[in-house]
């Protein structure tokens, strides 16, 4: 299916742009991982928190956000919006587990 874009992309401009996109939403689910690696207290619980977690990541990049990336089918401050939002959450959830480790070892 042929999408139009909000942008006039070269081949090269949309395949960098993807390989952006793609590497933008690895490193939210990596750093999701960590959050939920660090307070989990076996394995059996971190697997049932990372599993909706990846499921709605992968549905949502797959599909959404690298995908149909730009395309005029979706508001173009949706699609920066969201990709801001997963960054702003992911960075929130490290910042503060660092803040609760430091807390606890002064302590």
């Known amino acids: 299916m042929a999408f139009e874009f909000w942008f006039d992309f070269t ?3 949309y395949i960098i ?6 590497y933008i939403v690895a ?6 991982s960590v959050f939920f690696s660090r307070i989990a207290q076996n394995y059996i619980t971190l ?3 990372l599993v909706p977690i990846v499921v709605l ?19 173009l401050m949706l699609t920066i919006g969201t990709f801001l939002v997963l960054i702003a959450i ?6 503060y587990r ?3 480790e430091k807390l606890v070892d002064l302590i």
């Open 17 to 22: 742009t993807t390989v952006i996109a793609i």
């Open 47 to 49: 697997i049932g928190s």
């Open 98 to 100: 660092m803040k609760q």
């Open 11 to 13: 081949f090269e401009g």
């Open 90 to 95: 992911s960075t929130i959830f490290i910042i």
């Open 57 to 75: 990541l992968s549905y949502c990049s797959l599909k959404y956000l690298v995908g149909e990336l730009f395309a005029i089918l979706h508001p």
């Open 27 to 32: 490193i939210v689910a990596a750093l999701f």
